[in-house]
């Protein structure tokens, strides 16, 4: 613990003198999270993300997520030094998508408009039309098929599918997957549910199908946080990386958070939801970007210009 302290004070230090800002995803280390928000940055989900990084004065962020997080703060502000904790932070989604296997989709099925989730690479968004992130993805697809749009969707097949059955539009899409809320199972979910019959059911829309159907609330990280602290319920299951626990036991200590169970029953699997990638974030990392300038994310041109239209209609729409 007296170690852990020392390197926040290093981190924190560094961060004063190189007068650069911490943006933090919800699913990092808790201490991580804590230097964000002591030292005026952010905790929040990718969506806010992208939109604090682009409005904070620094010349120098440091993106504590994982690399599409970086690169989307880099094509936005093509003129700040982005870096980050950790440059071998990815993601299942961004992998499961290669930048030339999705043209080739893209080229078969010219007729549709090419909408992607933010978890994917600068070249995959330098072939959409549209980005979303799980906070707003809903309302951008909706908007799209009221115009009347066809959709090439990719890379999360449940998020899809989610957009798909709420809204009715048409869309082709890709076969990708979480890692993480993938595993999260809806019997066990079930079982849990009984256990805890006035819990509210909180999910991410990256998970299963049998899962969400039995959400009170689908959302964001920030959503779910949101209905963490909104709701009148005492217990919470909480169906998404357990890293946001830290931030919703902060703000709702008198409240009672579940876990949803990933495996097996949920006796024997407590804690399997974190993204192995997000855990790669550490205050070493921290230290060290800034000490060394390591772990700096560049976007090449002309991907970053190409990119940069999708992220920004979604902030438009947004806005
Ligand atoms: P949010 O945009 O909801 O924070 O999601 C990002 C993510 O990677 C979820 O797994
Ligand atoms: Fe990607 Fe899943 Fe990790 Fe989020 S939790 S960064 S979607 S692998």
Not at 46 to 61: I, N, Y
């Amino acid at each position: 613990a007296e170690e852990r302290r020392e390197w926040k004070e290093r981190a924190r230090a560094l961060l004063a003198k190189h007068d650069a800002v911490l943006v933090a995803h919800y699913y990092v280390d808790g201490d991580l999270q804590d230097l964000a928000l002591e030292t005026g940055g952010c905790v929040a989900d990718s969506l806010e993300m992208a939109r604090f990084g682009r409005d904070h004065a620094s010349k120098t962020l440091v993106v504590a997520g994982v690399r599409f997080m970086g690169e989307t703060a880099k094509i936005l502000s093509p003129d700040k030094r982005v870096l980050m904790p950790d440059l071998d932070a990815t993601c299942s989604l961004d992998l499961g998508c290669p930048p030339d296997e999705f043209a080739a989709f893209c080229d078969a099925h010219p007729d549709r408009k090419v909408v992607v989730y933010a978890n994917t690479s600068a070249a995959v968004k330098a072939r959409a039309d549209w980005m979303v992130t799980s906070s707003c993805a809903l309302a951008i697809v909706q908007h799209l098929k009221d115009q009347g749009e066809k959709i090439l969707w990719a890379p999360d097949k449940h998020l899809g599918r989610y957009i798909q059955e709420q809204t009715g539009t048409d869309m082709l899409m890709w076969n990708g997957a979480c890692i993480v809320h993938d595993e999260f199972k809806g019997l066990e979910l079930e079982l849990l549910k009984r256990e805890h019959p006035g819990a509210m059911v909180l999910v991410h829309p990256e998970s299963p199908r049998s899962v969400v159907e039995q959400a009170d609330v689908v959302g964001s990280t920030s959503q779910l946080l949101q209905a963490v602290l909104q709701g009148s319920a005492r217990e919470y299951i909480v169906a998404t990386d357990n890293g946001i626990l830290h931030r919703m036991r902060q703000l709702a200590p008198d409240k009672v958070l579940i876990e949803a169970p990933t495996a097996g029953n949920s006796a024997t699997c407590k804690s399997c939801a974190h993204c192995p990638w997000m855990a790669m974030n550490a205050l070493q990392g921290v230290v060290a970007c800034l000490e060394q300038g390591s772990g700096e994310i560049t976007v090449p041109e002309p991907t970053r210009s190409q990119a940069l239209g999708c992220i920004e209609r979604m902030l438009d729409f947004v806005a």
